[in-house]
């Protein structure tokens, strides 16, 4: 089975769900874009970026699960020098059904979910969450662990949610003083995105309080930046989260602390432990 072939079967299992939380199916939604995001959107379309990816499907049937049921397992494969950035897989302990890129974050804050938009064509074990954070601000992500702790996600209204990003494009952010509408300075925001229209994917202005380079086993390079995207004078983490960016995807060849940077970029993000 292809990296982006559909996984597709009668779904046997049923869950009681938060009264409060709205229950929903899609058949559609896949992880190229995601892909391209990790390795880069040119490296995608290439062999070398393709056989980068299935050498890793291929070695991840061998390494041990990190998260398992009685039905599937997910294994997070490093491909790099940071242990944080990983390909997760997702298999039924024979093949695999799903992988993505996978940013591993301590930052976390409390989540409130108000609908579950399950993935019928993959049995319903990916799904993206609407809700939001801190009981102030909205935001949309796919839960990379949903096939392993879905019954606490549809059971569970409210808990504690790591999250991270993944850019898809990243440059530099520059304030047009000509227009109409006045922005300050140190203005950030996130909303979501015109040009890919999904749940989860989110046009941003952030600032860059922090980053490291991070090289591919493959020699391909980029950063894991810590990036604002919500301006809080009385919490500087209140909505600042770490976002993986592939050089290739940049359009900007230094990235510097403080920096003003614009883009496109996916969240994603896994339950707490308490």
Not at 3 to 15: G, I, P, Y
Not at 108 to 113: D, M, Q, V
């Amino acid at each position: 089975m292809g990296l982006f072939d559909l996984f597709k079967k009668n779904n046997k299992e049923e869950d009681n769900a938060h009264p409060e939380i709205k229950m929903s199916e899609i058949d559609n939604g896949s992880h190229g874009d995601n892909i391209g995001g990790l390795i880069g959107f040119n490296s995608l379309n290439e062999d070398k970026g393709r056989n980068f990816i299935n050498e890793i499907l291929a070695r991840s049937m061998s390494e041990k699960s990190e998260l398992a049921t009685k039905s599937y397992e997910l294994k997070s494969i490093s491909i790099s020098n940071n242990p944080n950035l990983n390909l997760r897989v997702l298999t039924d302990k024979k093949n695999v059904l799903s992988a993505f890129p996978y940013l591993k974050t301590n930052y976390k804050l409390p989540y409130s979910t108000k609908e579950i938009i399950e993935w019928k064509h993959m049995n319903k074990c990916e799904a993206e969450i609407k809700g939001g954070g801190r009981n102030t601000f909205g935001f949309d992500f796919f839960p990379t662990d949903y096939a392993i702790n879905k019954s606490k996600y549809i059971q569970n209204k409210k808990f504690k949610l790591h999250v991270s990003a993944i850019a898809f494009v990243v440059d530099k952010s520059e304030i047009n003083h000509d227009t109409e509408v006045k922005f300050s300075e140190d203005f950030v925001s996130y909303m979501p995105s015109s040009n890919l229209p999904r749940q989860t994917y989110y046009d941003f202005i952030g600032k860059v309080l922090d980053f490291d380079e991070v090289i591919f086993d493959n020699n391909d390079q980029g950063y894991i930046a810590k990036v604002k995207l919500i301006n809080e004078d009385s919490d500087p983490n209140f909505f600042t989260v770490e976002m993986f960016m592939n050089k290739e995807n940049m359009r900007i060849s230094i990235l510097e602390k403080g920096m003003k940077i614009s883009g496109l970029l996916w969240f994603q993000g896994e339950m707490a432990i308490e």
